[in-house]
């Protein structure tokens, strides 16, 4: 077995994706020597313990954090300014500080600033995820066949980067470096607007009578199901996702709309072709997301 990249890895924030990367540091043992985990509740901290998915657990930030070589904030991305500050003073000297926020210009903006001189800051974001959360939601294939991008500020240590690269390969994933403007944009549109759809979907359909809202559910198969599996994702990691990659998902969702326009005319004006030729763009980009082995 390979070396493990890290001496100590801590973990802030042990949920979803926090609780995946402890059980993959579980199951291969050449990620890190030992793991460290920190989360607010007791119940959490407890429940990571009960798992074995962790060395220790600690509930202070700055003890979690001492001695580590590698941290990575694993928490919603509006704990992260609040979170760096509480940490910044305890960092060891050459370790490695990362994240796996969903946003990453805010997070370069909030944490950047705070990291110490001889700290080297690696941005990333797994491309993996699914609608529960918590430290029972994650399992060791999350990240498997999926893409991280890394986000390396202008500047960053090559060595740095090529560690948090490898520590992400180890975890099966495809990396790909990418410039933090650009990633909020591309997220935006494949990732943020279709949570955000979904959610006002359900709120929309919730909003009918009591008794359409009855016949909602039980003819959901048709469509609607698939918008409430979304929906039902972590209120608070989306509250930060959404106020947190403000400028770009409002310029996608400002581009849907005029969209949506568009096809609420043409089906105002039985404009046939216009509705079929987007229905049948749908099917293409379904299908090579399928030859693309992302479905
Ligand atoms: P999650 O399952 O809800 O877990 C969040 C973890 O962070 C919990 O351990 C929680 O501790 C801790 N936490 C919450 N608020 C905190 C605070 N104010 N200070 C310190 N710790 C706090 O979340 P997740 O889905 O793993 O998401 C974690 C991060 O990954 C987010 O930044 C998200 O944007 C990003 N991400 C998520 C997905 C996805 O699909 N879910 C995909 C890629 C990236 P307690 O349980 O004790 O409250």
């Known amino acids: 077995m390979a070396e493990p990249l890290f001496r100590r890895l801590a973990l802030i924030g042990v949920g979803l994706i926090g609780s995946s990367l402890a059980r993959i540091a579980r199951e291969r043992g050449d990620l890190a020597g030992e793991v460290v985990a920190c989360a607010r509740t007791a119940k959490t901290r407890a429940r990571v313990m009960e ?13 979690a954090v001492a001695g580590a070589d590698c941290v990575m904030l694993a928490a919603p991305v509006g704990a992260f300014a609040d979170l760096a500050a509480a940490i910044a003073p305890h960092l060891a000297p050459g370790a490695i500080l990362t994240d796996v926020g969903s946003t ?3 997070v370069i903006r909030d944490v950047g600033p705070l990291v ?4 080297h800051f690696v941005p990333a974001h797994p491309l993996a ?3 529960y959360s918590g430290p029972d ?8 066949g999926r893409y991280t991008l890394v986000v390396p500020p202008p500047g960053t240590d090559e060595d740095a980067i090529g560690r948090i690269e490898e520590l992400w390969r180890r975890c099966g994933s495809t990396v790909e470096r990418m410039e933090p403007a650009h990633h909020d944009r591309v997220l935006a549109i494949v990732s943020h607007l279709p949570h955000l759809l979904a959610f006002t979907i ?21 469509g609607f199901r698939d918008f409430t599996r979304i929906a039902a994702s972590d209120p608070v990691m989306w509250r930060d996702v959404f106020l947190n990659n403000r400028e770009a998902l409002l310029e996608m969702l400002a581009r849907f709309l005029e969209d949506a326009q568009a096809m609420a005319r043409a089906v105002r004006w039985g404009d046939a072709g216009y509705i079929e030729d987007k229905v049948e763009r749908g ?3 379904r299908r090579s997301l399928i030859e693309l082995k992302q479905a």
């Open 116 to 119: 110490p001189a001889g700290v």
């Open 51 to 63: 798992l074995g998915i962790a060395d220790r657990v600690e509930e202070d930030p700055a003890r």
């Open 104 to 106: 990453k210009q805010s």
């Open 202 to 222: 359900c709120g929309t359909a919730d909003d009918l009578a009591d008794e359409s809202r009855s016949e909602v559910l039980r003819f959901a198969a048709s």
């Open 137 to 144: 939601s994650g399992f060791v294939t999350l990240f498997q």
């Open 129 to 131: 995820g699914t609608e």
């Open 283 to 285: 099917r293409k980009i």
